[in-house]
């Protein structure tokens, strides 16, 4: 391990990620799934859901929280919709299936959604409405998280940053493609800025008393220790519309939960009242809309680019000089990361030496 | 007309609103239909949905922007999905049967979705919704709407205040209801405010200078001219997540205008290039969620509520006496509304009167 943030080439990382999967017991076409999710994490330049969560995942499914081996099941289904139970399995390979059990059902009747409980955190929401749109049509998911979200007026994290995903063509090169939470930031977002040594923004977490936290450390901290909240988008109560971030919060633990009789807001810790590690049982839900079923592809797609280009095109404010749409700068960073490499920084080295070499995976060397 | 708030009973208001309707040539049950939805806005609280916008539909109708006689036509169709055109006629009934085909493709496939073309101002989208939750469903509803947001890094008003509504039923009285624009605020609320006579707040609107805007009168004027916008849920630049309400509300002109190959963002001025008045074109989109297709309804019910209640019942920022849900205020207002009857500005009085008098409904006697 060095001091220094290293680089490695995305095929050697996405190809380590895959071994480290099936090293765990993961079976190889899943694992390379898996492998594929992340990347494009690492790819899109969110650097908190890619290889930087691979120790996390490693450590579930070494400590039984995640089972290396996926049962995905349909337990109920009509002809738009189905149930899915997960049983603990790898969150990416749950995701990819059920979104893409979405897509059949939209081929067949317009649209199509699936509802999944059980699931574990499956990398970033972004990817799903992604196949989506590669399918020709739109994507939506969504999933819940462990509690950290505080409701407007309160200072408990209650909610997980609940992420939105908005995905469809267009006739540009790339698709369309929202990926948010519905806090302001985000937990991966505090792990990235402590492995950097950085702080967090004012207005983006809150302390017992109401005031701003933004130490790295001391946020991560007190999300687990039900101490600090992530606030709403919109902010800390209502003037900015903190109560609209909450709201949507609120909305994706529905969608999340209440379809699937899953468990919900603190049933999400992964701890047990006791203080042992348990499953997460994370729900999902997944959304495909075939635009066939509505309009011409070409249509859509050009009535999209449209909207997109012309939004690009209105007058900037002074000395701004851009105005972008959802998913541009992810899309240039991948050109970028696909050229550069993805930068591995110390704390990362070490994790990465650390699965190496406890999964005899020699044939790696990374040169840190 | 007096120079005081007066106030008029629910039920003499809806009457009144329905034979205005039926005044302008909507057909009996249409204006029954529009006067239900419109007074359901009054009822809870938002003053800016009511009866405050009757005079707008009643001159767009007259000049011929809105059709009073509604051809509802389903121009394309799949299992799960629909494309109806609205012909320019009443917002209300085209939303009303556009959201009870989609709860009817529910029912059978598990869930629909209705996207519109060339419809007119709805009312309030949290409505729609609320038809579905009474279905035992969830449901959700889009629209866009005139040019106000500016995308982040921009000042030109380009996005509607494209709002997002979703319901659901609960085991408590009332659904989970949220309704909220994808902007911090929204054009008729400084509609109320300029009735009111009273300034918006910081941060809410950008001049092109990037500088905030409050007097209610320079905003309204600044929006239809092209020299102010509001600004998105999250704030100005991104350092509040104010990228994220901009994704947000270029979702809803996603939605609402590419499924049906129609108008979008300065195509819905509802003004001529030569400056005449024109149909506005607006676009929405309806989806309804079966909940008996994914699990028992008491099921969906128990866990949605169990949700609602422990977010209530988490820790309070000090001297905040309550948390809320979306909903709450709206439904404890209207059983204050239902019993105090809806208050009239000044303002709206003189509207009221004039519909009156041009109509000849002499069995009104306001007391003003």
Chains 1, 2 share one sequence.
């Not at 049983?87 to 995701?95: A, F, P």
């Not at 930031?185 to 967090?200: A, H, N, W």
């Not at 923004?201 to 450390?217: E, I, R």
Request: hydrophobic share 40%; charged share 20%; glycine share 12%.
């Amino acid at each position: 391990m060095t001091e220094t943030v290293k680089v490695l080439p995305v095929n050697v990382l996405q190809q380590f990620m895959q071994d480290v999967f099936v090293g765990l017991g993961v079976p190889a076409d899943e694992a390379a799934i898996s492998a594929q999710i992340l990347i494009q994490s690492d790819l899109f330049g969110i650097e908190s859901h890619g290889v930087g969560r691979l120790k996390m995942y490693y450590d579930r499914i070494k400590n039984g929280q995640h089972r290396p081996v996926t049962q995905f099941e349909i337990v109920k289904e009509a002809p738009a919709t189905a149930v899915v139970d997960g049983h603990h399995g790898v969150g990416m390979v749950i995701g990819y299936k059920a979104m893409n059990l979405a897509i059949e059902k939209a081929r067949v009747y317009g649209m199509g959604s699936v509802a999944v409980r059980n699931s574990t955190h499956f990398g970033i929401d972004g990817y799903y409405p992604l196949m989506a749109a590669r399918a020709g049509m739109i994507g939506m998911s969504f999933t819940n998280a462990r509690p950290s979200i505080a409701p407007t007026f309160g200072v408990q994290p209650m909610l997980g940053t609940n992420p939105i995903a908005f995905g469809c063509p267009t006739d540009e090169a790339n698709p369309f493609l929202y990926d948010a939470a519905t806090s302001i930031t985000q937990r991966g977002k505090f792990e990235t800025l402590e492995r950097k040594g950085q702080p967090g923004k004012a207005g983006w977490v809150t302390d017992q008393q109401g005031n701003f936290l933004t130490d790295a450390s001391e946020v991560l901290k007190g999300l687990t220790q039900d101490t600090a909240a992530l606030l709403p988008l919109g902010g800390a109560g209502e003037d900015l519309g903190g109560h609209k971030g909450y709201g949507l919060a609120t909305i994706v633990e529905i969608l999340s939960a209440s379809l699937q009789g899953g468990a919900f807001l603190h049933a999400l810790t992964g701890i047990t009242p006791d203080g042992g590690k348990t499953h997460f049982q994370l729900g999902h839900f997944f959304m495909a809309i075939n635009v066939e079923s509505f309009t011409d592809l070409d249509s859509f797609k050009k009535t999209t680019g449209d909207i997109l280009r012309a939004l690009r095109a209105s007058r900037k404010a002074p000395d701004q000089p851009r105005i972008y749409t959802a998913g541009e700068k992810e899309f240039e960073k991948e050109i970028e990361v696909r050229q550069t490499g993805v930068a591995i920084v110390p704390k990362l080295q070490q994790d990465l030496l650390t699965m190496r070499d406890e999964l005899g995976l020699t044939q790696y060397q990374f040169g840190f």
